[in-house]
C-alpha cells in the first residue's frame, strides 16, 4: 500500500505571506504568518494612517517634527 501525503487546507494568511516571502520557511517569515493569523487576512498589511494635521507639528514653516521621529524632514 501507498503512503497516502496528508492534504491540509492551506488558510489565506500562508498563502499572504508565502507569496511575500524569499526564503520560505524561515523565522522572519513564520513570524509574520503568526502576525498575520493574529489580525486576519483581509487586516494583515493595512496600516492605519493618521492625518498630517492633527499628527505633526509645524515648526518654522519650512520643517516637520514628525510625531515619533528623531530627525525632521522638508515638507514637500
Known amino acids: 500500500m501507498a503512503k497516502s501525503k496528508s492534504k491540509t487546507k492551506k488558510d489565506a494568511c500562508y498563502h499572504k505571506v508565502k507569496r511575500s516571502a524569499k526564503v520560505w520557511p524561515s523565522a522572519y517569515a513564520s513570524g509574520r504568518l503568526v502576525q498575520c493569523r493574529k489580525?486576519?487576512?483581509a487586516n494583515y498589511g493595512n496600516k492605519s494612517r493618521?492625518?498630517?494635521a492633527a499628527g505633526g507639528v509645524v515648526c518654522k514653516g519650512q520643517t516637520m517634527?514628525?510625531?515619533g521621529k528623531r530627525k525632521r524632514t522638508k515638507l514637500a
Open 39 to 41: 489580525v486576519g487576512a
Open 50 to 52: 493618521t492625518k498630517k
Open 65 to 67: 517634527l514628525m510625531p
